[in-house]
């Protein structure tokens, strides 16, 4: 089954955070592109929890979504190289990706804002960022995307490609099935998003072809 990717993540910079641009893009050479190969943050399921989070916001705004990474045996020194979407469109930007450790005694920073980055949270760029002393003490840690809408409609993705190594070199990516949509402009009281056939059926097919084996890394269209 084929899948076609995000544009390239573009680097942003916001209020004294800096947000490093995510190490994978549109052209990636299939010879030279991550292989699917799952590791020790996927947990149990083959796609973790499947959920699906929809945001207005106007026309260019940043918003953040949630991507939660839970594991019961979280391990210690992997370093994240980098995210990408599966199946986004080039409508779909995305501006910026954290690492965070959330907020008080929770992991969670965020489910969904309609601001980039979200306020209050201990975050750290995404890129680079090594599993730290907190995300092993709570048992996870949450990813955070910047995404805008370049023009008006909904548009989504229905989960993430994780990609990381461990002290070893060894390179993982897994797939978290925690899909993402940005409906704009955003309409006056507007709370979530419609309701996405699509990608809830993208979801069930690429859940099938994890479970059944077939999983196979999406490609640049």
Known sequence: MSRRLSQPLVPTVLALITIISISCTQGDDPETAPAYHPGPLQGTEPWGTITLTGVPARVDQPISIGVEVVSHDMPADLRIEGIRLIGA???????????STGRGESFVCVGSSRSFPPAGCRVDPLEGWRISGEAVEHGGFQIVLGLAASRPGTYGYPGVLLTYTDTTGERFT?????????????KDGQLGCPR?????????????????????????A
């Open 174 to 186: 897994d797939v978290f099935l925690q899909g993402g949509q940005v409906c704009a402009p955003m």
């Open 89 to 99: 469109p080039d409508e779909l930007r995305v501006v910026g990706a954290l690492a």
């Open 196 to 220: 996405s056939g699509e990608i809830r059926r993208d979801q069930r097919e690429v859940a099938e072809d994890l479970e059944a084996g077939t999983f196979v890394m999406p490609t640049a």
